[in-house]
Structure formats: structure tokens, C-alpha cells
């Protein structure tokens, strides 16, 4: 075959993602031009692979062990040498992890058994073997400890000790970002067991959020050496192909470098800045976004990120993710000294809040949570009756004796209080969804507009950083300064006179106070409730939203703003509701005493209380016997005597 078909089909097989023998076609390749355009290949079907496992772990993990050999068909296995397999525990990039039985120890250990390789060359095993008794060597408290390294039936495999915990990435998603003090402590601990790894004569390459492990008791566990590789074997490196998690590797790493301590400084710096933010410096869903991120310098600095900071922390992690290898500390014990130093300077901050141990806990049970939130919705529903009575009974001046109701009552009021501002927040939501997804597909079938929206996103982040606030801090100060200015808007310029009318004894009130309350003030009546629903719908959606965004970017905001907006909130929620009955359950039975008309405000025994518009006093209370004989005529508002005639 003539090497120009052979490089055809080498440029197929890449596009095909097939498995390539590169070592063969390099001795092949005579040519200099045919060799520089194969590396250029080579670099190209890395990428590829890389990109493969991000968008399908399973079958790019296939592809990258390919890249020395086919892959053996996976089968369950129950034993490997002496090993009784009980469970598999987890699977990487490079093998699987298993829960055995050591039968000469008689203890439980984990073995990683490295993917089985068809075709293997005797010189890549003994590779495999020589970096795994290494690696059996060190012995260091911080270092997952490696019993031996062992070959069963052409298969390799690392015996491990058993460390149960959690992964440091579990324990940021589901307990939040870390604090200084925290996350430099676990620097430490890591940097102390990349020193044992180094001394070794070794490099992890692997070193990520997931390859670290408190376990039981607080201990830090570096593990998964399945990337590891011998110092100054740079042979072996690049026949590995581009080994290790792209969003951690420094960018010498991705351009093809071999692995050296510089770039397990980067991976542990990245490690240090995932800890605080919950982030990365530099992202993107493949390899390739996060290679064009580096080669732009597409870059989000720690403080930005994390403005609450020690500087000095900041420093050391920046310092340790520099593009420059040669700027970045020389060693790891200089970034542990470095990390030693910011603890000192950190004030030991205080264990989570009793809120917060709450919050954990509600974020681990689903039935507990839903059971809190259901009771969370029955005890505001509640509290919304009673204030709902209690201004009822104020304003038409009814006490206990009268209005004698309790928590099932104040209830049922606070759900038919809800009702219509509910129905309304819903059908606005829905509406304000629905523009979304129509603005999100406008964004996708024209690139102006979508280019237009992402400069002027561009434009509100610079000014925000420019306060100096965090993008989470700053919606929460928006919503504050929001709900001051609309509930002075409310109290003071659109509704002040209703306001004062409901918030006015019957008894006292003059008559232009009550013409409020009339039927026929119904639309003005009715925009109060609407406008204060849509304010109440926009700060808890505006509230959601900044606590969402503090927990994607691994932010937190002040609990002072939070607090601010939920009492600016929930004083809205009030002013909304507790008006109900008295402007749509105002109704009482029209009678005649003294020649007044007066209208029946509640009965108890034998005892009435009257609303007398016309009279002085306008409230009394009487007999029954005192009405006479006379009978009451239907239902009306209490307050339509002082309706005012409809405007023309």
C-alpha cells in the first residue's frame, strides 16, 4: 500500500474514532513530512478522545485504553488470583475498582483492576507493573496505601487499602463551597502526599476533586494512580496519549507535555480554587473549549469568583495556576509552606449554623423535606389568617367574644385569602416562561440577537464587579432597594388613602375613608391586591434566582440581605392579604333602630352588634329583644350606604 493511501486511511480511522496502532505507523513512516503530519494527527485524535469522554464516558474511556490495544470484552468477574471480588465500588478511566476479600489478610481491600488489554506489548506491562510497585512503596499517611501490585491472567491489578468517606467533590455538592480556612488545610494534606509521590519518583497527573477523599475520622486520601507515571519518562508519556481530567490539566498538559510536578502543582491548584467556588478557572464541555479557553485566556480569577478571600489564599492558589510552569511554586512542599502560612492568618470560622445543619439535613431525606416544606405552607397560610382576622376584627371592632376563632379558621381564611393572588402569580409566571423559551429560541436562530444579549450580559457583569459585589449579592441588593421603593410607592402614592381606610377603626373613620371600602371603589380595590401580588411574585422569583446563582458559582450571600429581602417579602404578603375580608366580606343584614339604617356585624346569645352609618355612636351593642319584632332584610356590604355614584 503507498504511504499516501496509508494516510488516508490513518485520517478516516480518525474521523471513524477507530482504534490506530500509532507505534507501527511511526516506524512506517519514512518521511519527515509523513511523520510531522502523523503527530499532527496523533494530537488530533486526543483531542477526540477526550472530547468522547466528556459527551460518553463509557465508550471514550474504551477509546482512550484503545489507543495501545483493543479492549477485552467486559465480563463480570468474581475472582482475580487469590481475590475473592465481593463488589464493584467504582469505575474510571482506567479500570474498575472492586471490594475484595484478602483471604491471607482476612480483611476487606480494594483492588483497582486495570482494563484487560488485548495485544499489550511486554514492554507496556512491565511498565504498568514497575509504576505500580513504586507507587506500593510509598508510605505516607495522606497516600492511599498500596499493598502490592500484582499480574493474573494478563491482567494488572493495584491492591489497596479500603478508605471509606467521601470524595471531596461529593462533599462540595452536597454541603457547598468550603471556607478558607477549610479548603487550605485539605492543600496541605494533598500537598503533603504529592511530596511522598514525588519523592517516589512519580507524578499522580490525576490530581481532581474526585481523587481525594475525607475519609471517616478527617483524614485526606490522594488516590487513583491510574494515571500515574514515572518522572522523566517522557517515552512512556507520550505513549500513553493525553492522560487525566482536561478541566484539571495544566495547558502544557493538553498541548501533549508529558507530566512533571508543575502541572500536578496546576491540578492541585485547580483542585483549591474547585473547593472555595464551587467553579474552574477555565471552562467548557469539551477538551477542545477548554484548550481554546487557555489559548485565549479566557480566565475568572479566585477573587473574582470569591471577593471574600484572604488575599494571601488567593495568592497562593493564583500562583499555582500561572500559564508559566517555571512561575508556579517549584515544589509541593513550597505550596504546603505557602498554604501554612494563609492558615495562620485565617481566624478559625465558626461550624454551620443550626440553619445550616437543618438545611443539610432536609437536603439528604426528600420525604423530610417535603413533609417540612408542606408544613412550612400550612404554618405561613395560617399566620396569614390570623392577621387576616385580627384586622378584620380591629377595623369593624369585634373582640374575642364576637369573633371567637382559632388556627383551623385563621386557615381557611389564609387559603381563601390566597386563592385569586395565587391563580394570578401563576398565569403571570406562566406567561413570563413562555416569553423565555420564545427569547431562548429567538437566541438560537439568530446569531445577532444572541450576540447582542451576550454583550450586554457582558456589560451588566463588568458593572457589577465594578461595585465590588458578587452577581448573587448584587440581585439581592437590587431586590431590597426594589421592595423599599415599592412599598413606598404602595403606602405613600398609589394606594395611601385605602391604606389608611383599612388600616382605620369603622367607628372613627370619616365617611370619605369608608367610600374606599365601598362597593363601588371595587376597581381600585382590586389593583391594590394585583400589584402587590405581581411585587410579592417578582421578589420571591428575584430571591430564588440570587440564591441559585450564589450556589452555581459557589458564592455566598450575606445573610443580612437574604433576611432583609425575606422580611421585605413577607411584609408585602401581609399588605396583600390582609385586607380580604374586609373589603369582600363586609356583608351584614340590613336592620332599622331609631329610625337608622344598621346592619348586623355579629350575634352572640342574645346579644347583636350593629353598624349604624347614619348614627352616633355607629356601633352598638344590644338585645335582640331591642330590634323588635322586625326581620332582617338579605346580605350587603356594611359600607354601601356610602358608595359614590359612578363617574361619567
Known amino acids: 500500500m503507498s504511504p499516501e493511501r496509508k494516510l488516508q486511511d490513518v485520517c478516516s480511522s480518525v474521523a471513524d474514532g477507530a482504534v490506530i496502532d500509532w507505534s507501527a505507523l511511526d516506524t512506517d513512516a519514512r518521511d519527515q513530512d509523513a511523520r510531522d503530519l502523523l503527530a499532527q494527527l496523533k494530537i488530533v485524535s486526543d483531542l477526540a478522545s477526550a472530547h468522547r469522554l466528556i459527551e460518553d464516558p463509557v465508550s471514550a474511556e474504551r477509546t482512550r485504553e484503545a489507543t495501545i490495544g483493543s479492549v477485552v470484552p467486559d465480563f463480570e468477574m468474581h475472582r482475580w488470583g487469590r481475590y475473592d471480588l465481593v463488589e464493584q465500588l467504582g469505575r474510571g478511566t482506567f479500570g474498575r475498582v472492586y471490594r475484595a476479600w484478602d483471604p491471607d489478610l482476612e480483611r476487606f481491600i480494594a483492588i483497582k483492576l486495570i482494563h484487560p488489554i488485548e495485544g499489550v506489548r511486554d514492554a507496556v506491562r512491565d511498565r504498568v507493573l514497575r509504576e505500580g510497585r513504586a507507587i506500593a512503596k510509598i508510605s505516607h499517611p495522606n497516600v492511599v496505601s498500596v499493598l502490592g501490585v500484582e499480574l493474573h491472567d494478563g491482567q494488572v491489578g493495584l491492591c489497596m487499602e479500603l478508605v471509606k468517606g467521601k470524595t471531596l467533590d461529593e462533599i462540595v455538592r452536597a454541603q457547598g463551597t468550603l471556607g478558607a480556612q477549610e479548603a487550605a488545610m485539605i492543600g496541605q494534606a494533598v500537598c503533603r502526599a504529592l511530596s511522598a509521590v514525588h519523592a517516589a519518583n512519580l507524578v499522580h497527573r490525576d490530581v481532581k476533586a474526585r481523587n481525594v477523599m475525607r475519609a471517616e475520622g478527617g483524614r485526606i486520601v490522594l488516590m487513583d494512580f491510574g494515571a500515574g507515571q514515572v518522572l522523566r519518562d517522557t517515552a512512556a508519556a507520550h505513549a500513553g496519549g493525553m492522560q487525566g481530567t482536561p478541566i484539571y490539566m495544566a495547558p502544557e498538559a493538553l498541548a501533549g507535555a508529558p507530566g512533571s510536578m508543575a502541572t500536578d502543582m496546576y491540578s492541585t491548584g485547580v483542585l483549591l480554587y474547585f473547593l472555595v467556588s464551587g467553579r474552574y478557572p477555565f471552562e467548557g464541555t469539551t477538551a477542545e473549549e477548554v484548550e481554546r479557553a487557555h489559548i485565549r485566556g479566557e ?57 445550616q445543619q437543618l438545611a443539610a439535613f432536609l437536603a439528604k431525606n426528600s420525604a423530610v423535606r417535603a413533609a417540612t416544606f408542606a408544613f412550612a405552607g400550612v404554618a405561613i397560610l395560617t399566620l396569614l389568617g390570623f392577621f387576616n382576622s385580627f384586622a378584620y376584627g380591629f377595623t369593624f371592632g369585634l373582640d374575642s367574644t364576637y369573633l371567637d376563632e382559632g388556627p383551623f379558621q385563621w386557615l381557611g381564611w389564609g387559603i381563601k385569602a390566597m386563592v385569586a393572588p395565587l391563580a394570578l402569580m401563576i398565569v403571570v409566571a406562566i406567561v413570563f416562561l413562555v416569553l423565555m423559551e420564545v427569547v431562548a429560541l429567538v437566541r438560537r436562530v439568530s446569531h445577532p440577537v444572541d450576540e447582542w444579549c451576550r454583550r450586554a450580559g457582558d456589560r451588566i457583569a463588568r458593572l457589577v464587579r465594578r461595585t465590588g459585589f458578587t452577581p448573587s449579592s448584587a440581585i439581592a441588593c437590587a431586590l431590597l432597594a426594589f421592595a423599599i421603593a415599592f412599598d413606598a410607592w404602595i403606602l405613600f402614592w398609589r394606594f395611601p388613602d385605602l391604606v389608611t381606610a383599612m388600616l382605620w377603626s369603622i367607628e372613627d373613620a370619616t365617611p370619605e375613608m369608608l367610600s374606599r371600602l365601598a362597593p363601588s371603589n371595587f376597581d ?19 430571591l430564588f434566582k440570587a440564591v441559585q446563582i450564589a450556589s452555581r458559582r459557589g458564592e455566598r450571600v450575606r445573610s443580612i440581605l437574604i433576611a432583609a429581602v425575606v422580611a421585605a417579602t413577607s411584609f408585602n404578603l401581609v399588605l396583600m392579604d390582609f385586607p ?69
Open 580 to 648: 380580604y375580608r374586609i373589603l369582600w366580606w363586609n356583608e351584614g343584614k340590613p336592620v332599622t333602630y331609631k329610625g337608622a339604617r344598621c346592619y348586623v356585624l355579629a350575634s352572640k346569645m342574645d346579644s347583636v352588634r350593629l353598624f349604624c352609618s347614619s348614627g352616633t355612636p355607629r356601633k352598638l351593642e344590644l338585645r335582640w329583644g331591642d330590634l323588635g319584632t322586625q326581620t332582617p332584610g338579605e346580605d350587603e356590604s356594611i359600607f354601601e350606604p356610602f358608595s359614590r355614584p359612578a363617574s361619567k
Open 524 to 542: 381600585e380595590q382590586s389593583a391594590y391586591r394585583q400589584t402587590l401580588a405581581l411585587g410579592v411574585l417578582l421578589m420571591g422569583f428575584g
Open 299 to 355: 480566565r475568572t480569577f479566585l477573587a473574582d469568583r470569591r471577593p471574600d478571600l484572604p488575599a494571601a489564599f488567593v495568592a497562593a492558589v493564583e500562583k499555582a495556576l500561572d500559564p508559566n510552569p517555571r512561575r508556579r511554586q517549584e515544589s509541593a512542599s513550597k505550596l504546603m509552606l505557602e498554604l501554612m502560612e494563609t492558615a495562620e492568618l485565617i481566624h478559625p470560622e465558626p461550624g454551620p449554623s443550626p440553619f
